[in-house]
């Protein structure tokens, strides 16, 4: 059995066959769509996916007010992002309006998610330069996350050593309020 990979760029709706040996087509608005053709079947691949404006990957396609809404980002944010480049370029309508693709959406959650866990945004930049670079820089990205793996597990540590020392002086003041209420005293006035 024969199996053929091609690779094609989309570009507002129109196909661009890439050459292997070509230099990458820089546009911010494309769409790298590999395309396996195993048995007659055909696997879309939009991992690295530019978020184009073609409406047959954009059918879900939200609004950023609607990704704001539904994700707790403001559209500020979302456009910030954009700019510092933790999200990449989102496709736009004729009208020059972002539109958000799941995949989009997926990666937000994720720079959320490293957010969250307290990665510095330069740590968010160079993890999403790596994966706008493709699968060479897989175990660069693992490398990446398992650092920051372990400092979040450190930071739960921390955490979880706080929190034993806030439960342990919680149940010394409710032993002393017990202690307190059976001799009949909360603090300095008596229980009647």
């Known amino acids: 059995m024969h199996r053929l990979r091609s690779r094609f760029h989309f570009s507002f709706g129109l196909p661009l066959p890439i050459l292997a040996d070509a230099p990458s087509v820089s546009a911010r608005m494309q769409c790298r769509i590999s395309l396996n053709f195993v048995d007659q ?15 047959f990957v954009m059918s879900k396609a939200l609004t950023i007010g609607q ?92 955490l979880q050593t706080n929190l034993d020392a806030i439960t342990d002086k919680i149940a010394v003041y409710e032993a002393a309020e017990r202690e307190a209420a059976s001799a009949g005293h909360i603090g300095n006035a008596r229980l009647d």
């Open 67 to 158: 990704v704001a809404a539904t994700s707790g980002v403001s559209a500020h944010t979302l456009r910030y992002y954009e700019q510092a480049g933790l999200l990449r370029p989102v496709g736009r309508t004729d009208a020059g309006h972002r539109l958000y693709s799941p995949a989009d959406l997926d990666w937000l959650r994720f720079v959320m998610r490293l957010k969250a866990t307290g990665m510095p945004i330069a740590g968010m930049q160079a993890f999403a330069a790596l994966r706008a670079e493709g699968d060479a820089t897989i175990g660069a990205r693992r490398e990446m996350l398992v650092e920051h793996r372990e400092a979040v597990l450190a930071r739960i540590a921390e």
């Open 41 to 55: 079947q055909i696997v879309l691949d939009l991992e690295f996916t530019r978020s184009p404006n073609l409406s």
